[in-house]
């Protein structure tokens, strides 16, 4: 059940969709979030039906603020034209819409790394940080949040950046899922990493970068070997700031 200064948060990711209750004075779950897998065709349909699942399971009121945290580029009342890691029948979409028709209610979503971000700079490790900060989330693909002067730039979409020497698309050379799959070692991994974030230095010159996502419980493991001259720290939500920060963007709405 939720109470007052708290709201529903749901983390839609290539691998699970998680939601908990949020409380939102501190930043932290309410309760235990609950992980359903996420299906292996990532229709529209499939993936709302789950978040709605989650609303019954947790008992959310209909005055609660619902924030969902998803995996592609979000403009309000606009169909989706980007999809990288669900089912691409998610183009054209109009999330925002096929999530409050399926859950009965209005709902706020937002772009799951901008969600984390700001769920960093609200709670966590880019608390009271002036300049640029680069939140970054390392999972199925690489997702950005900008941040400047405590104000979110939303949908950067700097996972995708081309990598040079022929080295492509960013994430699909350094996310934490290519680490799996080729099972490079950590430090053979940030190498890569190294070459990822000296090419996000060169060019946006931030002050601080965040490291999130599931793999930032392992940061003593790869973030020493990274090697740059611009700070970078493991985000302090690891991987709950997606859902604490969908919630909390959609406190900001109501
Ligand atoms: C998507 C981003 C998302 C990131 C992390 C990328 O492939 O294009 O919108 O933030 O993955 O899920």
Excluded at 58 to 79: H, Q, S, Y
Excluded at 109 to 117: E, F, L, P, Y
Excluded at 169 to 190: C, I, P, T
Excluded at 197 to 214: A, C, I, R, S, T
Aim: glycine residues 10%; charged residues 20%.
């Amino acid at each position: 059940m939720i109470e007052t200064a708290q709201a529903f948060g749901v983390d839609i990711g290539g691998s699970g969709i998680k939601a908990a209750p949020v409380n939102l004075e501190k930043g932290e779950f309410a309760e235990p979030r609950l992980k359903i897998l996420t299906p292996e065709v990532s229709t529209p349909e499939a993936v709302a039906a789950i978040v709605r699942q989650q609303l019954e399971h947790f008992e959310v009121p209909e005055t609660a603020p619902v924030g969902i945290a998803f995996p592609a580029p979000i403009k309000p009342g606009r169909p989706l034209d980007f999809m990288a890691n669900l089912d691409q029948s998610w183009i054209g979409v109009d999330v925002t819409a096929v999530f409050s028709e399926a859950c009965g209610r209005p709902v706020v979503v937002v772009n799951d790394a901008d969600a984390a971000g700001l769920a960093e700079q609200q709670y966590g490790a880019a608390q009271g940080q002036n300049g640029l900060v680069i939140a970054t989330t390392l999972g199925t693909g690489i997702g950005t949040a900008l941040i400047y002067n405590g104000v979110l730039i939303p949908n950067s979409e700097l996972g995708h950046i081309e990598l040079p020497k022929g080295k492509g698309d960013a994430e699909k050379y350094a996310a934490s899922s290519v680490r799996e799959r080729e099972d490079l070692g950590y430090k053979k991994w940030a190498k890569r990493l190294t070459k990822y974030y000296g090419l996000m230095e060169k060019y946006f010159n931030p002050d601080l970068f965040v490291v999130g996502g599931g793999v930032s419980r392992q940061s003593d493991k790869f973030l020493p070997y990274i090697d740059i001259k611009t700070p970078i720290v493991p985000a302090k939500l690891r991987n709950e700031a997606g859902i604490v920060g969908a919630a909390y963007f959609a406190s900001t709405k109501q």
